[in-house]
């Protein structure tokens, strides 16, 4: 009987079979794809987030604007932006905005610090609780505590509760002008002091006035020239806002001395201030005049309807002006005097409009309630000024005059009808005095979100449509396809 012949399998054969070099020829693809999305998903972890994550939300939330990245940009020492939250707490606007600011400094650097982990380390910044979310912004220089309240501001209307019995409020995201603000807070090197006159009855800066002062890192002090001997010599602008009473000589002469030392001053009048005679002689010495008395404005494109007394002036061409002016936005001048130029003045002054009203403009000298305020014959021709800088360089010496001549355009409430314009003029006048190249004054976003209204008619023809005829369409779409296929 024969052995039966076993044959050994062949993997040699097994190698060469075609199903080996297909079964091969897949693998290695598998690993190249693998091995390109790997290195693509490390590639696109290096990107910027700007990149990486597209904002869609309307009001660009976690975006940072070309003022921001411009500030940023210039950051030339190395600046830590403590993020202080629990880890899984993190607020996702916040953080992905933060990435947004290091990707346009390799001087920015983003930590997160867990205060659970680390329960002391914002003792030795603020004494405050600290919310999660809240920032910590340091330099070698200075840092700055900024809390989540800030961060995220909410507002009440009161109003609405005594009328309502419901109290209404409005949530706006700030984030982006709060670590701006701190972040240029702790990298200059000298922070810019404002002194505004006091002890003449002088009108009050507003709080969001001061805020926004505070956002620009500008120290706001009071001065009384009644008791001191002279202008403080850090005094980098004096304000003063409509004194209700004249100044001394005294304190004219002073004010004169501090200027033509390379002092800068902005003041704020109304119609009302043409009679005080010391302030009227400073701005005389730099070429300008007013007592004009109340402007109407003649030109409906050029005033609030029904008001022609609350000016919208054209924005002439200034580095005070030209922001507000290419954003389209403008400046309300309610109950302003006029401002006229001199005839003659020295030949080192240079006068520059800011704020012009029309040819159509005219000022009524003196203006009781209940009076008609239409055009008489005793009335002043305009165009005018109702905001205007003079500048005077002498022995290389800048000395920098600008006058509004409506102090109501430091009202909050007023400021609200053009968006808050005036105050980015009254901003920008500050910064444009102190030397100081950007001005930090980024509009905070608001939360609230646009909701699609529909009738119960509309939801019904939705729901049909996609419920109903887009299956019926794929369907049919399939049967099509099948029927085809088995003719073929």
Not at 362 to 369: F, M, N, T
Request: hydrophobic fraction near 40%; glycine fraction near 6%.
């Amino acid at each position: 009987m024969k052995k039966p012949n076993f044959k050994l399998p062949s993997f040699k054969e097994d190698f060469k079979s075609r199903t080996f070099r297909v079964g091969t020829y897949s693998a290695f693809i598998s690993l190249a794809v693998l091995a390109i999305v790997v290195a693509a998903n490390l590639l696109f972890a290096e990107l910027p987030a700007s990149i990486q994550k597209t904002d869609l939300t309307d009001e660009a939330l976690f975006s940072i604007s070309e003022q921001t990245e411009s500030i940023t940009r210039g950051v030339e020492e190395d600046v830590t932006i403590y993020l202080i939250a629990q880890t899984g707490s993190e607020d996702e606007v916040l953080s992905e905005m933060l990435r947004r600011y290091a990707d346009f400094s390799d001087h920015i650097k983003i930590v997160h610090k867990d205060p659970v982990i680390y329960p002391s380390f914002t003792a030795a910044y603020t004494d405050e609780s600290v919310y999660d979310n809240s920032l910590v912004v340091e330099s070698a220089k200075r840092f700055r505590y900024v809390p989540y309240s800030d961060i995220y501001v909410t507002e009440y209307d009161y109003e609405s509760y005594y009328t309502t019995g419901q109290l209404a409020s409005s949530t706006t995201y700030n984030g982006e002008n709060e670590v701006t603000s701190a972040i240029d807070y702790v990298t200059s090197d000298v922070l810019p002091k404002v002194y505004t006159l006091s002890g003449h009855g002088e009108a009050t800066l507003s709080a969001s006035f001061k805020a926004a002062l505070g956002d620009e890192n500008v120290e706001y002090v009071e001065l009384s020239l009644l008791t001191a001997s002279a202008v403080p010599s850090d005094c980098d602008c004096l304000l003063i806002l409509s004194p209700a009473t004249d100044i001394s000589e005294g304190e004219r002469d002073m004010i004169l001395s501090y200027m033509k030392l390379g002092g800068n001053v902005i003041l704020y009048t109304d119609y009302q201030n043409g009679t005080l005679k010391n302030l009227s002689y400073i701005a005389q010495e730099y070429g300008l005049a007013a007592g004009n008395g109340l402007v109407i404005e003649g030109d409906d494109n050029h005033h609030l309807q029904g008001f022609s007394y609350y000016l919208l002036p054209t924005l002439e061409s200034d580095e005070i002006t030209a922001p507000i002016a290419n954003a389209g936005y403008s400046v309300l001048v309610p109950f302003a005097d006029g401002i006229t130029e001199l005839d003659q003045y020295r030949s080192t002054i240079t006068i520059q409009p800011l704020l012009t009203t029309s040819d159509k403009a005219y000022a009524k000298a003196e203006v009781s309630e209940g009076d008609a305020l239409s055009k008489e014959a005793a009335d002043k021709d305009g165009p005018f000024y109702v905001g205007v800088r003079a500048t005077e360089v002498y022995n290389e010496v800048e000395t920098n005059f600008i006058w509004f001549s409506s102090v109501q355009m430091l009202d909050e409430n007023l400021d609200s009808y053009v968006s808050g314009a005036n105050r980015d003029l009254f901003l920008n006048a500050i910064s444009s005095v102190c030397g100081r190249s950007e001005s930090v004054s980024i509009r905070a976003k608001t939360l609230s979100y646009n909701f699609l209204s529909m009738t119960a008619a509309q939801v019904g023809r939705m729901s049909l449509i996609v419920i109903g005829v887009v299956p019926m369409l794929f369907l049919a779409a399939g049967i099509f396809v099948w029927i085809r296929r088995k003719k073929s």
